[in-house]
T-cell receptor, first 116, second 112 residues
Framework: DAGVTQSPTHLIKTRGQQVTLRCSPK?????VSWYQQALGQGPQFIFQ???????QRGNFPDRFSGHQFPNYSSELNVNALLLGDSALYLC???????????????FGPGTRLTVL | GENVEQHPSTLSVQEGDSAVIKCTYS??????FPWYKQELGKGPQLIID?????GEKKDQRIAVTLNKTAKHFSLHITETQPEDSAVYFC???????????FGAGTTVTVRA
């Protein structure tokens, strides 16, 4: 049973460029959340996708956008990259619950983005 | 929004001793409290979680306690081993809100 996978592993970009990161959720999961983890800090929630729609969003600018495909995989896009966008980008998958509870989230290995 | 504070930031223990990490949260609506272990160059790995209807949960050498009145929860690792060395994160998730708010992390070093 494959866990959460992310690609690429590492990425180097220059300021002003655009980047796309990819995530495949754990088998059986239908919800994908994206987090940004700066060096030495805990992950910070960017947004979450379910049924191909953004359901929740953290405190991140519109330069950060995403997409979810019918097979539940997801992409994170960041436009007009800034030096401060350098971080580990983590994808977490879970199973949507309708009772208002928070289901267990499983993380992928992350994509290390360096902006020069 | 939810604010999670985690202490200590670093913890060094002798192999075989116990390690305790404490977290506090601010949003009384939070009902889900997972703990993650992150090794260098890897993503966070879920090690144990607890929901607000339970005060304590144990899985082999790992246990978590929750005090909803005081808004704090703790991770206890007994009989520590060198492979327990890693960064540990606590998190909290409010009811009906799927985003997790993480603490800043605790770097645990187990001395052989």
């Amino acid at each position: 049973d494959a866990g959460v996978t992310q690609s690429p592993t590492h990425l180097i970009k220059t300021r002003g460029q655009q980047v796309t990161l990819r995530c495949s959720p754990k088998s059986g999961h239908d919800t994908v959340s994206w987090y940004q983890q700066a060096l030495g800090q805990g992950p910070q929630f960017i947004f979450q996708y379910y049924e191909e729609e953004e359901r929740q969003r953290g405190n991140f600018p519109d330069r950060f956008s995403g997409h979810q495909f019918p097979n539940y995989s997801s992409e994170l896009n960041v436009n007009a990259l800034l030096l401060g966008d350098s971080a580990l980008y983590l994808c977490a998958s879970s199973l949507w619950t309708w009772d208002g509870g928070t289901d267990t989230q499983y993380f992928g290995p992350g994509t290390r983005l360096t902006v020069l | 929004g939810e604010n999670v504070e985690q202490h200590p930031s670093t913890l060094s223990v002798q192999e075989g001793d116990s390690a305790v990490i404490k977290c506090t949260y601010s949003d009384s609506a939070s009902n889900y409290f997972p703990w993650y272990k992150q090794e260098l160059g890897k993503g966070p790995q879920l090690i144990i979680d607890i929901r607000s209807n339970v005060g304590e949960k144990k899985d082999q050498r790992i246990a978590v306690t929750l005090n909803k009145t005081a808004k704090h929860f703790s991770l206890h690792i007994t009989e520590t081993q060198p492979e327990d060395s890693a960064v540990y994160f606590c998190a909290a998730g409010p009811l009906g809100d799927y985003k997790l708010s993480f603490g800043a992390g605790t770097t645990v070093t187990v001395r052989a």
